[in-house]
């Protein structure tokens, strides 16, 4: 395989699996934390702190009404990403949980199945159809509440609750990831703030995961921000920022 389709390739994995999972969320300084600690932060407090700003991720790029942040941290796949949704907290949150819409509009989710559910969380098994290299998948725990006026959704992956290994196709077996959705002051709309870490498995060289990872985040929260507002496309969906102001 030559470097630039492994390149092409490498975006199509990680950022699959970003909007895959637009579905879950929190808020708060991630610092240095490994991968494991995290996991077991959420598993005790359902929900990790996401102030984008004051924590340690930097803006790397502003596209259609998204900001986007990387994570200092260069050991990982941690991204972040933001944006101000036409919709209220209980809309967007019932978009991030419709499955099976998100795989009309996210193509390269290529099976996306409920296993459990309870009154605020879900075991999902997720598939990803990916060009040139091997599919990817994994089974996630999704959690949800509210603190306060926001609503926060978390997940994390849970393979031992989902069915076993497929040939061919490769297991993600760390990821984790929190949304935060706040009410805006004028009363129907959202500020949208996610974050994810990842490690996708397989061989792929951290670093390109690092470069390539948030290509497609503005892609997702249009497609979430549709959902949430049906009466709107995608791609003029998402409010952006006035260029005088």
């Known amino acids: 395989m030559t470097q630039s ?7 199509a994995v990680v950022a699959a699996f970003v909007t895959a999972n637009s579905s879950m969320v929190t808020a708060g300084p991630l610092q240095k934390r490994t991968l494991a600690e995290e996991v077991r932060l959420l598993k005790s407090k359902k929900r990790l702190p996401i102030r984008l700003k004051t924590t340690q991720f930097k803006v790397v790029d502003r596209v259609r009404g998204v900001t986007i942040y990387r994570h200092r941290d260069s050991t990982i796949v941690r991204y972040g990403a933001e944006a101000i ?5 209980d809309r967007v949150r019932l978009a991030l949980l419709n499955y099976r819409k998100q795989i009309v509009l996210l193509k390269r989710i ?4 409920v296993l459990k559910r309870g009154k605020h969380w879900l075991v999902v098994y997720q598939r990803l159809g990916l060009p040139v290299i091997s599919d990817r ?3 996630l725990l999704v959690k949800w509440g509210r603190e306060g006026a926001a609503t926060w959704l978390s997940y994390w992956s849970v393979n031992d609750q989902g069915p076993p290994p497929s040939r061919g196709v490769i297991r993600v077996t760390h990821s984790l990831g929190t949304w935060q959705l706040i009410p805006m002051p004028d009363g129907h709309s959202t500020l949208a703030r ?3 870490s990842i490690d996708m498995a397989g061989q792929l060289p951290k670093w ?8 497609e985040l503005p892609d997702m929260l249009e497609a979430i921000c549709h959902l949430s507002r049906p009466d709107r496309k995608p791609k003029d969906c998402i409010k ?6």
């Open 5 to 11: 389709r492994r390149n092409v390739a490498l975006v």
């Open 85 to 89: 949704l036409p919709a209220s907290p």
């Open 110 to 113: 290529k099976e996306a199945r």
């Open 137 to 139: 998948d994994f089974t």
């Open 194 to 196: 996610y974050q994810m």
């Open 208 to 215: 390109m995961a690092r470069d390539n990872a948030g290509k």
């Open 240 to 245: 952006r920022p006035d260029k005088n102001s």
